[in-house]
């Protein structure tokens, strides 16, 4: 049967390419494995004799101020009162701490070791395998500021400064592994310049960020943002249906754990009495940082080894929904308890939170119900509006004069009402 041009061109809109890895000699690979395998064992050497210096330090109460105890976790004598008060001891403090970072580091050198075992000859996974096997090394500083001699905290700072050249080079390569848009390039040699300065030389005259703390923070952030620009520059201009599913992957393990990250820093800014070091709150917000950080090495391996298999549109939307459920039922039940003990004049009132508790969970289902919609419509357009799709696509019909043009318009409408990213 022949088909009309027309027909094979969107036809073919809908195909998905064959996706081909990115192929090096492989005398290149084998020395890239060399690499990865190498710095994967020293990170591990260097964590393990970590531990015990740190857990040194965390059983020592830090006398100097507060601002100068910089190791987290560890004990201040403002912090006595809330750990004697939960019941909490020193020795529960830095085991607990020591195992959730260990538990963390585990998690990033397993996912290596699997997507080098299932993609080695993969350079865009190899790279994945030396940025998170080296990354539990960045992620617990604090332990390896303890280390106990100069030679070891020069090792540190050089596994620190691949993972973090790595983790740039990565997210600016992934999933094609071109840099895409191009002036990702000239960002990523400005990034690696900056780390050499920022990790190998902090304090030196020889670096010129130095003494420029806000400046610092601002480049770090304005690096992370691009990350973020480049990934949904690639989602929206440069990917294939597959890709698009692996940067889905990896753009919602990035945002999720910065975002994480972000929310707990904020917190303990505006209510540092909550988070006081030693307390059960401040142990919880130490877990949680772990577990949003756990979605780094977890996105990233799921994008790589099941690109196809896997679709992330439901949980993306189940986290929108309920996300932004949890701030609206939160900032809600504070409003209203606010402005009651406003008006009253009271505050700890048991009816005030009785009143708030009920109209909160009066407001729930339909909070809920009308924030799905809007999800729904945000990832999938008008699914869910049969009749309005099927409304624009015969007014659009009517506009069309030509018979040969109706088939385009129709495809066209339907990718645009339903937000599919391969018609």
Avoid at 160 to 179: A, E
Avoid at 183 to 200: K, P, Q
Avoid at 229 to 238: C, E, M, P
Avoid at 364 to 377: D, K, S, T
Wanted: a positive charge.
């Amino acid at each position: 049967m022949n088909y009309p041009p027309t027909a094979i061109r969107i036809a073919g809109r809908f195909e998905q390419p064959n996706e081909t890895e990115t192929r090096w000699p492989k005398l290149w690979l084998l020395l890239f494995r060399i690499v990865c395998l190498l710095f994967g064992v020293v990170s591990m050497v260097v964590f393990v004799v970590s531990i015990p210096a740190h857990g040194a330090e965390l059983h020592v109460v830090c006398t100097s101020t507060s601002a100068q105890c910089h190791t987290p976790g560890q004990i201040t004598p403002v912090g006595m009162n809330p750990a004697q008060g939960s019941g909490l001891s020193i020795d529960f403090i830095a085991v607990y701490l020591s195992v959730i970072a260990s538990a963390l580091s585990l998690d990033c050198w397993l996912v290596a070791g699997i997507l080098f075992w299932r993609r080695p000859n993969n350079p865009l996974a190899l790279l994945a395998v030396l940025y998170l096997g080296t990354w539990p090394i960045v992620l617990n500083t604090a332990f390896t500021s303890s280390l106990p001699s100069s030679w070891w905290l020069l090792l540190a700072r050089v596994i620190s400064l691949i993972s973090t050249v790595c983790f740039f080079l990565f997210y600016y390569l992934f999933p094609s592994g071109r840099f895409v848009p191009r002036w990702t390039r000239w960002l990523f040699v400005f990034s690696a310049i900056y780390w050499v300065l920022y990790i190998l030389f902090p304090s030196s005259s020889l670096n010129p960020f130095s003494t420029h703390q806000l400046l610092n923070s601002l480049i770090y952030v304005g690096l992370l943002v691009s990350v973020v620009i480049a990934q949904v520059y690639r989602y929206r201009r440069a990917s294939s249906s597959p890709q698009r599913q692996q940067t889905k992957w990896a753009v919602y393990g990035l945002t999720m754990g910065l975002g994480g990250y972000l929310l707990l820093l904020t917190l303990s800014l505006i209510f540092p009495s909550l988070y006081q070091t030693g307390s059960i709150a401040n142990l919880v917000a130490l877990t949680a940082q772990y577990c949003f950080m756990l979605l780094f090495p977890l996105s990233i391996g799921f994008a790589i080894l099941r690109a196809r298999l896997w679709d992330i549109d439901v949980i993306i939307n189940r986290t929108l929904v309920y996300g932004v459920l949890t701030v609206c039922v939160v900032a809600m039940y504070v409003l209203v308890v606010g402005a009651l003990g406003t008006l009253i004049g009271t505050t700890g009132n048991l009816l005030i939170s009785l009143v708030a508790a009920g109209l909160v969970a009066v407001l729930f289902q339909p909070l809920r119900a009308a924030l799905q919609r809007g999800v729904n419509r945000l990832l999938y357009g008008q699914r869910d509006e049969p009749y309005a799709v099927i409304t624009q696509l015969s007014q659009r019909l009517e506009r069309t004069l030509a018979p040969e043009a109706a088939l385009p318009a129709l495809v066209e409408t339907v990718a645009q009402a339903l937000k599919l990213p391969y018609a």
